[in-house]
């Protein structure tokens, strides 16, 4: 049982919060875009003879416009040759109702949602149209469905948590040594800044997509180098990782302000957006990056002598030197692996927005950290899985995004995220320190 919890108590934890918050959010729900238009489609094949007339009405520029047109393409092909579309304002919906009524023909239905059910000319129809009396008004059924589980909110999750969980793969390997990177939030701004300086001097909106690729190498290598110099100086010089790593990202962060004057780069690309904002088979791109990087990181990590050698310095330095384990390349490696991974999300962020601010990435360190622990790496270091790093990064997403679907106040989020934190910390000091377990026995 106990290896079970620990090989999967993360997990369930991230699966009782998912059924939390779809129970909290639960509420009755109007199916909304191609669930919408399926359910009117239909409600009128059951209710409707293909030989009637039914009329699909949206408000111009409007979502019900999308929705009627839809709802039209449906009945077409389902054989109701007399479905018309009538999009715009009660004045299209009455010229349509008044040709109809002028034919001597009749409207069996009308279907639509949202704004256009509250038209005054849809109430007026029994009394402006006396030969209508069987029309019939078709809406999207209400049903209780969480919020939570809406697509549209799924997939701000995993937007929201794919620079975190990017940078995290560093950040696990750097935490498993037994070491901090703070630099991470301010390297993200370092390189979404470089990044689009250098696609706005090879052309800005007029360069072609290959300067995005050279924006997005010059960044994240030259956080490479900065995390380079900060990992040589713990490994060199024994200086505490805390120390180096804050004044780096002090340094950082002041640098991306230097480069850029303070003012955000808008003169990039139309391709940059590709990486970010993008899908491939319907999939985002950066879910495909995501997936791809958890891989190749567990992979190295469980499979690589490199991987076993992060664990041994974190385990034990001294025995790890004397084993012949290189700590200092070691050491200087996971720094460069934290700095490059951040340095990769700055570029995502920078694709998400479409600019490069020297703003990004402020707290994202802190994320970042919360992540790795609730994921189950101990900061004493040694001990640690890629994989349930990412786990972590879903569990603070969706704490975040729960609390924001009950509408509660940012500050309070604080309280609870950082209570959260605290808990994950405890929980690592209870797995790794047997005498607080035997005191909470005897206390019992």
Same mark, same amino acid.
């Given at each position: 049982m106990q290896r079970l919890l620990a090989d999967y108590g993360m997990v369930l934890v991230l699966a009782g919060l998912c059924v939390l918050f779809s129970l909290l959010t639960l509420k009755h729900q109007v199916p909304e875009g191609p669930a919408a238009a399926a359910e009117l489609a239909r409600q009128v094949e059951e209710r409707i003879a293909p030989s009637d007339t039914v009329l699909a009405v949206g408000a111009a520029n409007k979502e019900t416009a999308t929705l009627a047109e839809q709802v039209g393409a449906a009945l077409k092909s389902a054989g109701y040759a007399r479905a018309q579309v009538v999009i715009g304002t009660p004045r299209e919906l009455r010229l349509a109702l008044d040709e109809i009524v002028q034919q001597g023909q009749t409207c069996a239905a009308i279907v639509t949602a949202g704004d256009v059910v509250r038209w005054p000319l849809i109430e007026q129809i029994p009394a402006l149209y006396p030969t209508l009396t069987d029309l019939q008004l078709l809406t999207p059924e209400a049903r209780l469905w969480p919020d939570f589980l809406k697509r549209t909110n799924l997939l701000a999750i995993v937007d929201r948590i794919v620079v975190i969980a990017v940078i995290a793969i560093g950040m696990t390997m750097v935490i498993i040594t037994g070491g901090i990177d703070l630099s991470v939030g301010s390297l993200i701004a370092l390189s979404a800044v470089i990044a689009t300086l250098i696609m706005r001097q090879l052309g800005g909106p007029e360069a072609s997509a290959w300067s995005v690729l050279w924006g997005f190498a010059a960044g994240t290598l030259a956080c490479g180098v900065v995390g380079g110099v900060g990992g040589w100086i713990v490994a060199q010089f024994k200086v505490a990782p805390f120390i180096t790593t804050l004044a780096i990202m002090m340094m950082a962060r002041g640098m991306a302000?230097?480069?850029?004057?303070?003012?955000?780069?808008?003169? @990039?690309?139309? &391709? #940059?957006?590709?990486?970010?904002? !993008?899908?491939?088979?319907?999939?985002?791109?950066?879910?495909?990056?995501?997936?791809?990087?958890?891989?190749?990181a567990h992979i190295f990590m469980a499979h690589t002598r490199l991987g076993r050698y992060i664990y041994a310095v974190g385990g034990n330095e001294e025995a790890s030197r004397l084993s012949g384990v290189p700590v200092r390349f070691v050491i200087v490696f996971v720094y @460069?692996?934290? &700095? #490059?991974?951040?340095?990769?999300? !700055?570029?995502?962020?920078a694709s998400q927005i479409n600019t490069g601010t020297p703003n990004m990435g402020t707290m994202y360190e802190l994320y970042v950290i919360a992540a790795v622990v609730v994921g189950g790496t101990s900061l004493a270091g040694g001990s640690g899985r890629i994989l349930g790093t990412l786990i972590g990064a879903f569990?603070?997403?969706?704490?975040?995004?729960?609390?924001?679907?009950?509408?509660?106040?940012?500050?309070?989020q604080q309280v609870v995220l950082g209570g959260v934190i605290l808990g994950a910390v405890l929980l690592d000091k209870v797995r790794s320190d047997r005498s607080l377990t035997r005191f909470l026995r005897g206390r019992a």
């Open positions: 302000f230097l480069l850029t004057g303070g003012f955000s780069i808008y003169l @990039v690309p139309p &391709a #940059l957006t590709w990486l970010g904002q !993008g899908k491939s088979l319907g999939v985002p791109n950066t879910v495909i990056l995501l997936v791809v990087l958890y891989v190749l @460069v692996v934290s &700095a #490059l991974s951040a340095g990769l999300g !700055g570029c995502i962020q569990i603070i997403s969706v704490i975040q995004n729960g609390m924001n679907l009950l509408g509660m106040e940012s500050y309070t």
